[in-house]
C-alpha cells in the first residue's frame, strides 16, 4: 500500500492570495499542512466506502460486541502472542469512563448515516448496537461512581458530549427513548449555566460552580443550537417560544466564551479559567486543544446557518484555522496528537467531526474559496496518511500515534501484546468515518445532507 504514495500535485500548493479575518490572516497556503521530508499530499487508492465499512465494521466488533458482555463500549482490548489482529480475537477489558461512550457512539451513527440506502443494514445496527445501548449506559451511569438517575452526571460536559450523541440518533431513528434521554440530560445541563458571582458561561462540574472550561461551553452551545434546530424541524404546539429560549441560550453562552475562553484575532481557543471569589474572571490557561477548537468552530458555525449573522462564520473559519495551522504534526501532514494516554487520546475526532460541516459550507466574503481548499487537503492529507501508514494490511485498529502502524510493544513495556485502547480507536475510526461521510458528500449521494438554514438567516444577514 505504501507504494501507492505519491507527491501532491503543485497546482494545489500554487494557492495564493490572502483574506483578512479579522486580526488573523490566512491565505489559503498550504505550508502549515506540508511539513519535514513528508512534505506533499499521500494520495491513496482507497475506495472510502469500503475503508469505512472495514475499520466501522470492525471496531464494532471489538468494542463493542466484545465489550465483556455490556452493551456499551469497552475501554481496551489487547493480543498477546502469537494471537495476532489477522490470526484470532482480542481479550477485552471492562467498560471505560462516559465521556467516551457519546463519541463511540457517533462513529456507529455515521456508519448508519452512509448506510442509509441498505435498509438491512440499518435495521442490525440500530437493532444490535443502538437499542440495547442506552439502558446499558443509564445502568453504567448510575454505578460509575459519579453519576446518578436519569443520566444525571457530575461532569456537564460527559451529560453534553451523550446528548449530542442521543440527539442524533434520535433524529436518525425516532426512537423517543434517545429523545427522553437527551431531555433527561438537558434539564441537568442547563443549570451549568449558573451566573456564578453573576458572570456567564457553563460550569464544568456540578460540584465546582465557579469552574469554566471551553469543554462545557463549546459542547453546551452547540447543543442548545440543536436543539433549537430540532425545535423548528419539528414545529410542535408553542415550539416558537421554546426555540428562542435555545437560541438565546446559545447565543448568550457564546458571547461569554468567545469574551473569556479564546483569542478571536488569532482563533485560538483556551482550555479553562475559574471564577474569582470577587466575580472577576481568573486568568486562562491558554492551551489549545483539538476538542475545543473544534466545539467553538461548531457552535459559530451553527449560530450563523441559524441567523445569517457574518461574524459567526468568520469566527468559524478562524476556529478551524488555527487547528489546520497551528496543530499539524512536524513531520507529516496530519494533525498532531495531544498525549499518548488518557482522554487526550479523543480530542482529535472532535475537531474532525465538527470539520465536515464546515467542508459542506458554501463559500463567500467570510469564508474564501481558497481556505475551504485548504481545510478540504488537511482533511484529506490526514486519512490519506493514516489510512495508509496507520495500519498493517489486514488490521483495522488503530492507535495514538497516526502516522504509523500499531505494534506489539505498544504499552506498558510488554513485547508480547498490542493494546489498543477505546481512547485511540474513536478518533480514528471516527477520521475514517468522516473521510468516507466527506468523499459521498462531493459525489453527490444523498445520504449526506447540506447544513441546515434557519428560517430567520436572510433576516440575520440583513
Known amino acids: 500500500m505504501k507504494s501507492n504514495i505519491l507527491s501532491f500535485s503543485k497546482t494545489i500548493l500554487s494557492f495564493c492570495g490572502g483574506f483578512m479575518l479579522l486580526t488573523s490572516c490566512d491565505d489559503g497556503s498550504l ?236 482563533g485560538q481557543v483556551y482550555d479553562n479559567l475559574g471564577i474569582n471569589d470577587d466575580g472577576t474572571v481568573g486568568d486562562p490557561d491558554k492551551v489549545a486543544l483539538s476538542y475545543n477548537q473544534g466545539t467553538f468552530m461548531a457552535s459559530a458555525l451553527e449560530l450563523y446557518n441559524a441567523t445569517g449573522v457574518e461574524d459567526y462564520l468568520r469566527n468559524a473559519v478562524s476556529f478551524a484555522s488555527y487547528q489546520v495551522n497551528h496543530k499539524m504534526d512536524s513531520n507529516y501532514p496530519v494533525f498532531s496528537g495531544e498525549g499518548g494516554s488518557g482522554d487526550n487520546l479523543l480530542f482529535r475526532g472532535i475537531f474532525v467531526r465538527y470539520f465536515l460541516d464546515l467542508l459542506k459550507q458554501p463559500t463567500g466574503e467570510a469564508y474564501p474559496e481558497k481556505t475551504k481548499n485548504k481545510f478540504i487537503a488537511a482533511l484529506r492529507s490526514c486519512s490519506d496518511v493514516f489510512w495508509v501508514n496507520g495500519h498493517p494490511e489486514g488490521w483495522y485498529v488503530w492507535e495514538y500515534d497516526w502516522t504509523k502502524a500499531p505494534e506489539f510493544g505498544n504499552r506498558n513495556d510488554n513485547e508480547n501484546r498490542l493494546t489498543i485502547s477505546l481512547n485511540a480507536e474513536v478518533p480514528g475510526a471516527t477520521l475514517i468515518e468522516i473521510r468516507a461521510r466527506y468523499e459521498d458528500w462531493v459525489q453527490g449521494k444523498e445520504t449526506e445532507k447540506a447544513n441546515w438554514i434557519g428560517p430567520d438567516f436572510a433576516t440575520g444577514a440583513e
Open 31 to 266: 505550508e502549515d499542512i506540508y511539513k519535514g521530508d513528508s512534505s506533499g499530499e499521500y494520495v491513496s487508492d482507497v475506495n472510502w466506502t469500503d475503508a469505512a465499512n472495514k475499520s466501522t465494521e470492525t471496531y464494532i466488533k471489538y468494542f463493542f460486541e466484545n465489550a465483556s458482555g455490556r452493551d456499551t463500549f469497552g475501554g481496551e482490548i489487547y493480543w498477546e502472542k502469537p494471537n495476532t489482529p489477522k490470526t484470532g480475537e482480542p481479550t477485552s477489558s471492562q467498560g471505560s469512563g462516559g465521556w467516551s461512550q457519546g463519541h463511540a457512539l457517533d462513529i456507529v451513527t455515521d456508519y448508519y448515516i452512509r448506510n442509509a440506502g441498505n435498509a438491512e443494514i440499518q435495521a442490525k445496527i440500530y437493532n444490535d448496537v443502538m437499542k440495547p445501548f442506552l439502558p446499558a449506559f443509564d445502568e453504567w451511569n448510575r454505578t460509575c461512581g459519579y453519576g446518578g438517575p436519569d443520566f444525571w452526571n457530575n461532569f456537564y460536559d460527559d451529560m453534553e458530549w451523550m446528548a449530542l450523541a442521543c440527539l442524533r440518533v434520535y433524529e436518525l431513528t425516532g426512537d423517543t427513548d434517545y429523545y427522553d434521554a437527551l431531555m433527561k440530560m438537558w434539564d441537568h445541563i442547563k443549570g451549568a449555566k449558573n451566573g456564578y458571582k453573576g458572570q456567564g458561561g457553563l460550569a464544568w462540574k456540578t460540584d465546582l460552580p465557579a469552574s469554566r472550561m471551553s469543554c462545557s461551553n463549546g459542547p453546551g452551545c452547540l447543543l442548545a443550537m440543536k436543539l433549537y434546530q430540532l425545535t423548528v424541524k419539528e414545529a410542535k404546539e408553542g415550539w416558537e417560544a421554546e426555540a428562542e429560549y435555545y437560541l438565546n441560550f446559545a447565543k448568550e453562552v457564546y458571547t461569554w466564551m468567545t469574551a473569556y475562553l479564546c483569542d478571536i484575532s488569532t
